[in-house]
């Protein structure tokens, strides 16, 4: 599999990472994270355009393109502390559904087999079937779980006469075995879909969803202290999925499905911080960023940022586990690291 580069516009990587080739192991030797875009929207049953989510996602920075992000808070340069490379995109065509995902999931494996965290830029939420499948291929059998940020669950069954689509992901993670259902955790769920007997398969696997009426009557933090420690019952690792959609239309207009009264960005970020300082995230995607429909970039600085974030706290949690001080989220900025 030769590095194809973007497959939509000019070719640069994220934020002036350095680059590496999927079809040559040599390249991404030793790397801790390894970025892939998976440029796919076949799968959208209602607005298109996340095609050009890995293309958006990779430029969405007002900063240079450098290859350094200093973390204020977490007092990192994840993408000079952890070696960070970008190997292009997946060549994805719409027409080809499952052509499409094979190559996604192949490139996905490759990365994650090697040792590296592939962090997966899309695309539409289909991808999270090659993404997820891809990444738990490279780990013992039923030992990887899932944390789930989405206003819409995904677990249809067929839509359009189609097993595969944005909205049936799960299902088929679940149903291949790759994902224990009883190991797959939800947040942000709301709105009118889906119905009754999407939601009683949901329930026979044992899956766990925080609808946002929950997430507000509990609190986030008091849902995502539960969510990981279902995610780490009887798992190693964890896939961390977020859709941008989890987030209110107001802080992420530009996606393809939009869903009024989300988390806001500020609660994503946090939660995609803690996810990733406290838990052995194995791989990790952002779908859904649709450029087509954002205003002023908000979406994709959100969706960078995510990534930024994921980053971030790897790099501090590894700091950590070598013997660095623990992160102190309350200690003042100019007190030192």
Do not use: K
């Not at 999927?22 to 440029?39: N, Q, R, S």
């Not at 988390?263 to 995230?281: G, H, K, N, S």
Request: contains cysteine; hydrophobic residues 40%.
């Amino acid at each position: 599999m030769s590095r194809y580069g973007p497959m939509f516009g000019p070719d640069f990587t994220f934020l002036g990472v350095g680059r590496c080739d999927l079809g040559d192991p040599a390249t991404f030797e030793g790397a801790d994270v390894v970025i892939v875009g998976a440029p796919f929207d076949g799968g959208t049953s209602n607005r298109p355009g996340a095609r050009f989510g890995p293309m958006a996602l990779r430029q969405a920075c007002y900063l240079p393109h450098d290859g350094s992000r200093p973390s204020l808070a977490l007092r990192v340069d994840a993408l000079r502390d952890l070696r960070v490379l970008d190997a292009g995109d997946v060549e994805c065509y719409s027409g080809d559904v499952e052509g499409s995902l094979a190559a996604i999931e192949d490139a996905v494996h490759s990365i994650a087999a090697s040792g590296a965290v592939p962090v997966v830029l899309g695309g539409d939420h289909t991808v999270a079937l090659p993404d997820a499948r891809g990444t738990a291929r490279a780990h013992p059998p039923g030992r990887t779980s899932m944390i789930h940020f989405d206003a819409h669950a995904d677990t249809g069954d067929i839509s359009f006469g189609h097993l595969y689509g944005h909205g049936q992901p799960m299902r088929r993670l679940i149903e291949s075995g790759a994902i224990r259902g009883d190991r797959f955790l939800q947040l942000g769920l709301r709105g009118y879909w889906p119905g009754p007997e999407t939601l009683a398969w949901m329930a026979e696997q044992g899956m766990r969803s925080y609808e946002m009426t929950e997430i507000t009557a509990r609190g986030l933090d008091a849902c995502l202290t539960e969510a990981s420690g279902i995610a780490l019952d009887e798992c190693d690792q964890v896939f961390l999925s977020v859709d941008i959609d989890v987030c209110d239309p107001g802080h992420a207009p530009g996606t393809g499905t939009p869903e009024p009264g989300g988390l806001t960005a500020r609660q994503l970020l946090d939660a995609v911080r803690r996810i990733c300082y406290e838990l052995p995230v194995a791989g990790m995607e952002v779908v859904e960023v649709a450029p087509p429909y954002d205003h002023a970039d908000i979406t994709a600085f959100l969706g960078n940022r995510v990534i930024l974030e994921a980053l971030s706290a790897m790099a501090r949690r590894r700091g950590d586990d070598q013997g660095g001080p623990r992160w102190d989220p309350t200690q003042p900025l100019l007190d030192g690291r």
